[in-house]
């Protein structure tokens, strides 16, 4: 048979036709030795084998056909199993070396196969020659196709990796919860390269920041998401403590701070992640997959690696601020009035509400302070700021406010001095503990004998009163600048509270809201307090209730106090001459006072007292003179007189004739003191059982 170069290559491709599979088997064999790094991984193995086949069919049959170069239509899952080396992180050169030697193989057989047909060394030669060139033509463009459809599949996971982790930088970490944020983490990941996820972070990492875990570890499962009908049930439920195995997978990745893959079966693939941030381990992430045949590869953890990493920190931010949270909310706390103190003057009750978490503790505070005469004193207060600092200048005003309220000054007065105290500590060191503007307060004294109120605030909002007949009103008082401006004068207001009034301060986190404004919030406080409650605690949780969002923008503070009068059974007043004689008559005043009160065991203290206070008014003070005795719990003696001039308590020697009264009514009462009014001044002094004749044998 003549033949001439296309021919003899279409008969010695169709002679090696039937032998495909022992050409495949040689090619396999090859392959194995030549290329191993395919068949490390099974999937990866068949993958190539099944593509040099199908080459191997097509190139035989287009040479037996005689069919152009150009022509010649790769295997329709050519372009396909390039993309699929992209997707697992495969290079594509091993299936470009694997091309090769299966070309050189293959030409060995075509070309002894021609041999054997034909004798004629030079028709074999130029057979040869066309040989190689479609050969090589195909395998050329085959490879870059090859490599077109691997580029063109890496460029698109790059992109694909690129918006997963710009998504997870807008999706994680949203809020400083910690929970939320390791649970977006597991939302994130199965929507977009896991069917399961689990997170645990160490149980220490809800404690102090930087303290190093003991072994063995103890982490807590704090979220976990699958997707699937095939997803197993985690067997650690939500918030459960547990502990790895030592050696396990996730206990390594805790040890040692480093991700790792695995494989546990044919299909069930996994990814372990350890949580750091700040080159602190706070837990570890677990992605699986068991949907698909495709495992988890280099790329995939990467991208755990990624957003694993812009979780850990969300979480880091979030534990560090619930714990600086935590730590100026037991300040703040440590701070306000633990126990209401013991007066009949009102009946109080109060409420300290920390904002939501996007803005924590601030410094409101409120505060109920006895005073002389039955009255008291009662405070509401803002800081401006948020945190331990706005915490801790709370604390300084409060203490401040309590000082200057021992001396009894006048509300417009006391916070005078307290924008004094504002403006030392903005001029200290640590001005940022105060803020731009300081601070606002609110200031008001009851009287229980009179029943008025007397009011000045400090850029504060204004109280509302309910009246015994239900209405609620806003007490209109004079504007006061806030505290920390300095220069601007504060103003008081007088109002009547009868008994059974219900007066309301609050700041103005209570009435602000994002859905409505300070006069709405106005608004539905009047409609909150004037309803009926059983309790004053209750009428607290109504307003709260009524006017705050689950999580308030501002903190907090409520203060409701219900007022009660002394009678006049309860008070007895006396205008006294300035003549030594009225001494006598005070003492008698009072023992017949004293009587009628059922107050007998008294009588000797309170007339020593009362002779001592009125002596020093005579001798030292300007008339008017007036006594007043309250019996309000214990027996209140008040001496007042039209002089400015103070008191003060001193030693006598020992043959100095005076200088002992003041010491000795120092000595038998249990509170004594002095406060000044517009004109003239008081001495005071609080008398109870314990008094008696153990002070006066002291003195003597």
Known sequence: MEFTADTLVSRAAHELGPGADQLIH????????E?????????????????????????????????????????????????????????????????????GLILDRLLDEMSRLTSDAALVSEAARKLIATVTTYI????????????????????????????????????LDIARTTQELADLATEHCADQVTVDLLDSAFHEPDVPAESPLVLRRIAQRSVGEQAPEPTIETQQLHTYPAGSPPERALTLGQPSRHRTDASHFSLVVPLRARGVTLGVAQFFRYRGPDPFDDEDLLLAQEIAAR??????????????????????????PQNM????????????????????????????????GARVALVVGDVVGHGIQAAATMGRLRTAVRTLADIDLPPDELLTHLDDVVLRLSAAPDSDAVGDTGATCLYAVYDPVT???????????????????????????????????????????????????????????????HDHDIDAGLSRLRQALARPAASLEATCDSVLQALLPARPDDDVALLLARTHALGAQQVATWDLEAEPAAVARARANVSEQLGTWGLQDLDFTAELVVSELVTNAIRYGRPPIRLRLIHDGSLLCEVSDDSNTTPHLRRARVFDEGGRGLLLVAQLAEHWGTRHARHGKTVWAELTDAAGFGAVDALT
């Open 35 to 103: 290329v191993p790094e395919l068949w490390d991984d099974p999937d990866l193995a068949q993958m190539a084998l099944d593509n040099i086949s199908e080459h191997i069919v097509v190139g035989l049959s287009a040479l037996d056909q005689g069919i152009e170069p150009s022509r010649i239509e790769p295997p329709p899952a050519h372009m396909e199993r390039a993309r699929r080396l992209a997707r697992r992180g495969k290079p594509v050169s091993g299936l470009l070396r694997s091309f090769r030697l299966a070309q």
């Open 140 to 175: 050329d463009r085959t490879s870059e196709q090859s490599v077109l459809a691997f580029q063109e599949e890496r460029d698109r996971r790059l992109r694909w990796r690129l918006s997963v982790v710009n998504e997870a930088g807008m999706r994680i970490g949203t809020t």
């Open 341 to 372: 103190p013991q007066q009949s003057a009102v009946e109080v009750a109060c409420r300290y509400l920390p904002a939501g978490a996007g803005a924590g503790v601030g410094g409101d505070w409120y505060d109920v302070i006895p005073l002389s």
């Open 311 to 336: 979780a850990a920190v969300a979480v880091d931010n979030a534990r560090r601020y619930t714990h600086a949270r935590a730590t100026a909310l037991a300040l703040q706390r440590s701070l306000l």
């Open 451 to 513: 029943g008025r109120c007397c009011l000045a605030r400090a850029g504060h909002v204004l109280p509302t009163v309910v009246t015994p007949d239900g209405s609620a009103d806003i007490l209109d008082l004079p504007p006061g600048p806030p505290l920390g401006l300095g220069g601007l004068p504060f103003e008081a207001a007088e109002a009547d509270l009868p008994g059974g009034s219900l007066l309301a301060l609050y700041t103005d986190g209570l009435l602000e809201s």
């Open 26 to 33: 040689d090619v396999e064999r090859c392959l194995r030795d």
